[in-house]
């Protein structure tokens, strides 16, 4: 016969392993944050406040595609963090464990970020030069596009640009190098607030996505219209990334959404999901040509993680 402190010592221990097995069992999923900042037309925030959960997030082309990648990582909890560029460099260096699909692969960065390719980038990734309609025929060029450098040499255009907005590395250092000719610049907290400016005649070109001008354009019928004029340095983004914090936990979460963005890539029914990441809007021809050559490498192909 078992002693009666033996015997309760044993289902003491039993319990404990119960228990604890009970609480492994039970612990909650890894958690994946997101970094989130309203920059149209990439990152939308729905009635100007940052997502709270998944279903909060807007039609950006950004945003649109985090959606699909969150849908395709059920193993994490997901949790929206707004920060500023530096906000979010200092805390990633001090050792914290945070995501992003708004920062471009650098070689600095990836010092302290790992990287994953999403897609290639959209036609709304274009800077545009943006001029009064009836302004047009000043900066005619026979139907090709704009040189910027060709705009910082004339005397007899005054351009405007929000201060400390990164344009694309191409465009950034080009106005590095013409400081002198370069447009002016003033505190916009969005480019947008240049446009009533534009329109009112305060100067005569300024630099923004198409898409911004032309939800600027609906928001005021009637008003004087707003042109926009492809750039030939607009494009200096190529490819749409995913980082996270060089860390084990932030190894673990690019490594979910390299695989997500493949099961994207070989996913039968990727014209169903490219229309609901472009909310039914049409892609331009050449830009879904080379989006889906991308996928097809994508689902070919080995892991991409740097």
């Known amino acids: 016969m078992i002693p009666p402190l033996r015997a309760f010592a044993g289902l003491c221990a039993a319990l404990g392993i119960l228990a604890s097995a009970a609480a492994h ?6 958690l994946v944050r997101w970094m989130v900042q309203d920059m149209p037309p990439h990152f939308v925030y729905r009635d100007g406040k940052p997502p709270q959960q998944v279903e909060d997030l807007g039609q950006g082309e950004i945003d649109g595609f985090l959606r699909l ?8 909890r997901h949790e929206f963090v ?11 260096r001090h050792g914290e464990t945070l995501c992003s699909v708004l920062h471009l692969r650098t070689s600095e960065r990836l010092q302290w970020l790992y990287f994953t390719s999403l897609h290639p980038a959209m036609m709304s990734r274009q800077i545009h030069v943006i001029v009064r309609r009836d302004d047009l025929a000043r900066f005619e060029t026979n ?3 704009l040189q910027l450098a060709d705009l910082l040499r004339r005397t007899d255009l005054t351009g405007l640009l929000p201060r400390d907005r990164s344009f694309g590395a191409r465009i950034d250092k080009l106005l590095a190098a013409n400081q002198e000719r370069a447009p002016r610049s ?9 446009l009533p400016m534009l329109r009112a005649k305060r100067m005569d070109y300024t630099l923004e996505y198409p898409i911004t001008v032309d939800e600027y354009n609906a928001a005021h ?8 004029l492809p750039l030939a340095e607009g494009r200096s983004t190529l490819m749409a990334t995913a980082a996270c914090s060089r860390t084990p936990e932030g190894r673990r979460a690019i490594e979910a959404m390299d695989h997500a963005v493949r099961q994207l890539a070989a996913d039968p029914q990727r014209e169903a999901w490219i229309k609901a990441w472009r909310n039914g809007a049409t892609i331009d021809a050449d830009d879904l040509q080379r989006l889906n050559r991308f996928l097809d490498e994508r689902a070919r192909g080995p892991a991409q993680i740097e």
Do not use: N, W
């Not at 003033?186 to 240049?194: D, H, K, M, T």
């Not at 019928?221 to 926009?228: D, I, S, T």
């Open 25 to 30: 069992t039970s612990s909650p999923p890894p």
């Open 69 to 76: 990648l969150i849908e395709r990582m059920p193993q994490f």
């Open 82 to 92: 707004e920060l500023s560029l530096p906000r979010f460099e200092a805390q990633v």
């Open 143 to 145: 139907g090709q596009p």
């Open 186 to 194: 003033i505190v916009a907290g969005r480019g947008a607030q240049l």
């Open 221 to 228: 019928p009637g008003a004087p219209e707003l042109a926009k």
